[in-house]
């Protein structure tokens, strides 16, 4: 009954390969996201859909496309992987944000890529 | 260009005594900050918040402070305890995105020594 799930926990795989990695979340969320967080532990939005349109896409190369079949999904597909590529990638979700209010966030337990 | 720094990245606190995580922002249009801790192999959960317009937040052993002059922020945790060994995210977010924009900054590990 995990509020975020994301999978797979792990993934190896070469330069040049295509993966995606999935999230579903249990909460009722209007809102989902994806991070990267890289070698130097910072936490980086790269997108977010609210109830499965696209609102945030933070300059993330074209290889990386979100999909979100429903609100309680938001798969990501990477194309053409890269060694730069490596990193955990974490899924979240929040209820809708109203603006300038408190959005927490419910995070997956992340998805280690590595490119080899 | 990093909007939130955690300048530490780790700290070592005996258990008992008092931890101080520090945070600086650059960003003064951010409308709340928020503290989240990661175990090893989880995601980060939410721990405590504080809206821009406050400088305190409490609960229960965690109190965050918020230096608005001095764009700084906080958090103690007292006493400490062996369990609180996580690394803490410290993260802002603002109403130019409509709060769908959260940033965060690198972690701080913190460790408890029994």
């Known amino acids: 009954d995990t509020a975020v799930s994301q999978t797979p926990k792990y993934l190896v795989t070469q330069m040049g390969n295509d993966k995606s990695i999935k999230c579903e979340q249990n909460?009722?969320?209007?809102?989902m996201y994806w991070y990267k967080q890289d070698s130097k532990k910072f936490l980086k939005i790269m997108f977010s859909y609210n109830n499965k349109e696209l609102i945030i896409n933070e300059t993330v190369p074209n290889r990386f496309s979100p999909k979100s079949p429903d609100k309680a999904h938001l798969n990501l597909h990477i194309n053409s992987l890269e060694l730069g590529d490596s990193a955990v990638y974490f899924c979240?979700?929040?209820?809708?944000?109203?603006?300038?209010?408190?959005?927490?966030?419910?995070f997956g337990a992340g998805t280690r890529l590595s490119v080899l | 260009d990093q909007q939130v720094k955690q300048n530490s990245p780790s700290l070592s606190v005996q258990e008992g005594r008092i931890s101080i995580l520090n945070c600086d922002y650059t960003n003064s249009m951010f409308d709340y900050f928020l503290w989240y801790k990661k175990y090893p192999a989880e995601g980060p959960t939410f721990l405590i918040s504080?809206?821009?317009?406050?400088d305190k937040n409490e609960d229960g052993r965690f109190t965050v402070f918020l230096n608005k002059s001095a764009k700084h922020l906080s958090l103690h945790i007292v006493p400490s305890q062996p369990g609180d060994s996580a690394v803490y995210f410290c993260?802002?977010?603002?109403?130019?995105?409509?709060?769908?924009?959260?940033?965060f900054g690198a972690g701080t590990r913190l460790f408890v020594k029994a």
């Open positions: 993260a802002a977010s603002s109403g130019d995105g409509g709060g769908f924009k959260t940033i």
């Open positions: 979240a979700s929040s209820q809708k944000p109203s603006n300038r209010g408190l959005n927490i966030q419910y």
């Open positions: 504080i809206s821009s317009i406050k």
């Open positions: 909460l009722g969320h209007d809102t």
